[in-house]
């Protein structure tokens, strides 16, 4: 693109501004953003969030690597958000395409563009953005002059449904992935080779998994067929890249020009759980536990709060009560936070790593708020099952420790529609809720509250729950009925996730090679921004299937055996098949697997890392 079309293309973005909500999410300028000459770098990167700037600007895995690769002199870094509604139509319009937020620049310019697909209700985004951007959305229709299209995020642990539409997955950590694609690429680029060599050249990468690749048949009855590698760079399995140790904690704050949803410095202090809930895909695949030092997390903590002003951090992990120094941490954090007035909020902490020591810390920094635990069930029975072993009495004691140290409310997060459970189950979740209430007007008097928050279980890919069936939707109901009735006049608030959305995430996350075409129909019948329940709308779906002639119960009400391939089974997420067939088995038998951190059960970590392993700073893999 020329200069002149350049300023061009400029001058008509901010003519269409004006027409939009607010504009600001469209025009970056924001402080500790980073501009590069564009002539002066090799590699042109737009990393893209498939959803509004407003959500995707928090996005601490896109920061990480919008700090990493701007850190190299010889690559250029910016990025794009979904368009909002109103937005999207005055591009198109005016025909202008997706453009980025640093240079303004066509997203059809640059070089790779690397999207993150954290959860799977953002795939219609993401082919909007490729058909905004001007880019062909299947893969095969791409030339050597298209961007190369690379995915990552949690999703991708089954990269099928969306891999007609992406050239190269990365499976895992993306963090030096990523570099070594850029390096990949730039060697493509000089060698001046076709688009298929690149393709085969990023499958030699660790970690990196390209579809195209990859033949997918399936048997007489639907089920697929081990997948057939097409080349002998595709290696079956690939196996998910990870770091021997945390990334650096960020060195750039980006500070947003417009509200966003999460205005706080995030910061990860641990990587990976070993608890082993049966229903958690990111317990899973995360692993193995990788903490942060201490004196790095106050570092860059100090380092955020200077950079942005925010008044709240939020230290972030999938278990923050077992991060080992925990006590020390936030006994060191208290002085920081306190002298800056800052608070801090401290997500996922477990009933089962509580402490008084912790509580007393924590009254100092932010008493008199909200508490979140998370039972998952209702029952100690199917506790057990779904493997988070915590007895009632676990769960009053640490209930009246929090309403002790002075805090008024909490909130329980349940999940209904698990594997084995009765309706007996699901009534219990109203009357321990009514319990704890009552418990906590014992102690704190009418002060006292409690929110309960119901989600659907979905038998995620890569977990022990990966055979089971997702609950029909007419029983969710009637679940989610009796618990209206169970909690009717108790004053405890119920939110609940709607069983329809939940019932498209299980139809995407289990989905083989052939929901793509369901998902292209969804996008073509006007499928966009899923994740909102006022734009999400089933019947677009439902239709979408019909136009694939794909039966959507075959996905969700039908168990799977055993010894089936499961779409998924050439993506190693580190935790092995075996390991997990015989934890479904224990669950079956209601038998609980403890924290592994004791006591090692070989999931695979080790055995595909050891390697790795060695190179971890002073055992910082928490494997023992
Ligand atoms: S290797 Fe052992 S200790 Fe490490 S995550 Fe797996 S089961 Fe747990």
Not at 16 to 45: A, C, F, M
Request: contains cysteine; aromatic residues 8%.
């Amino acid at each position: 693109m020329t200069d002149f079309q350049h300023n061009h293309l400029r001058q008509r973005i901010e003519r269409i501004l004006p027409t939009v909500v607010k504009p600001g999410r469209y025009v970056g300028g924001e402080l500790n953003q980073v501009i590069k000459d564009w002539e002066s770098v090799r590699t042109h990167l737009a990393l893209v969030f498939p959803d509004i700037y407003d959500l995707g600007h928090s996005n601490l895995g896109l920061a990480i690597l919008y700090d990493l690769l701007n850190q190299r002199s010889d690559v250029l870094a910016e990025r794009a958000y979904s368009p909002w509604i109103d937005m999207e139509a005055a591009l198109r319009e005016a025909d202008i395409p997706l453009f980025s937020l640093e240079s303004k620049r066509p997203l059809s310019e640059f070089d790779i563009i690397g999207v993150s697909l954290p959860y799977e209700t953002l795939f219609t985004n993401f082919l909007n953005i490729l058909d905004l951007s001007q880019i062909p959305i299947f893969s095969k229709d791409r030339g050597d002059h298209h961007p190369l299209i690379i995915a990552g995020g949690q999703s991708v642990y089954n990269p099928e449904p969306v891999a007609p539409f992406v050239d190269a997955f990365v499976i895992g950590e993306g963090e030096e992935a990523m570099l070594d694609v850029v390096d990949v690429h730039q060697a493509w680029v000089s060698a001046n080779q076709t688009r298929g060599e690149l393709l085969i050249h990023l499958a030699e990468i660790p970690g990196v998994y390209v579809p195209s690749l990859y033949q997918v048949d399936y048997a007489p009855d639907g089920t697929p067929l081990p997948v057939t590698p097409l080349h002998l760079a595709a290696s079956v399995p690939v196996t998910k890249r990870i770091m021997a140790e945390l990334p650096q904690p960020l060195t750039k704050f980006l500070v947003p020009n417009v509200e966003v949803v999460q205005e706080r410095v995030n910061i990860e202090i641990m990587r990976g759980c070993t608890r082993g809930c049966r229903f958690c895909h990111a317990g899973m695949v995360n692993r193995p536990i990788r903490e942060r030092p201490l004196e790095e997390i106050l570092e860059s903590l100090r380092a955020g709060l200077d950079q942005t002003g925010y008044e709240e951090v939020s230290l972030l992990s999938l278990s923050s009560s077992d991060y080992t120094e925990i006590v020390p941490l936030i006994e060191s954090l208290r002085e920081l936070l306190c002298e800056r007035q800052v608070n801090i909020s401290l997500p996922s902490l477990r009933i089962e790593s509580f402490s008084e020591p912790l509580m007393d810390q924590l009254q100092t920094l932010s008493p008199g708020g909200g508490f979140t635990l998370a039972p998952e069930a209702g029952t100690e029975r199917l506790r057990n099952i779904i493997n988070k072993p915590i007895s009632d009495q676990e769960l009053m004691e640490t209930v009246r420790s929090i309403f002790e140290h002075g805090w008024n409310s909490i909130k329980l997060y349940f999940m209904i529609g698990h594997p084995q459970e009765t309706m007996e189950d699901v009534a219990a979740i109203a009357e321990l809720s009514k319990t704890i209430l009552q418990e906590g007007k014992r102690i704190v008097g009418g002060r006292a509250r409690l929110h309960v928050g119901v989600s659907t279980f979905i038998p995620k890919p890569h977990t022990p729950f990966q055979w089971a069936t997702f609950d029909h939707t007419q029983s969710i109901e009637a679940k989610l009925a009796l618990l209206h009735d169970g909690l009717h006049g108790s004053k405890i608030k119920m939110t609940w996730n709607d069983p329809q959305a939940s019932l498209l995430e299980a139809w995407l996350s289990r989905g083989d090679r052939r929901m793509a075409n369901v998902i292209y129909h969804a996008w073509q019948n006007g499928a966009r921004f899923d994740a909102w329940s006022e734009h999400f709308n089933i019947d677009l779906w439902r239709q979408a299937f019909e136009q694939a002639q794909l039966d959507p119960d075959f996905y969700t009400k039908r168990a799977k055996d055993l010894d089936e391939t499961l779409p998924w089974d050439h993506i190693n997420a580190g935790v092995r098949k075996s390991f997990l067939q015989r934890d479904y088995k224990w669950s079956l038998e209601g038998q609980i697997r403890p924290d592994c951190r004791q006591n090692c059960y070989a999931c695979g970590i080790l055995s595909d890392f050891s390697e790795l392993r060695l190179t971890a700073p002073n055992g910082g893999w928490k494997c023992p």
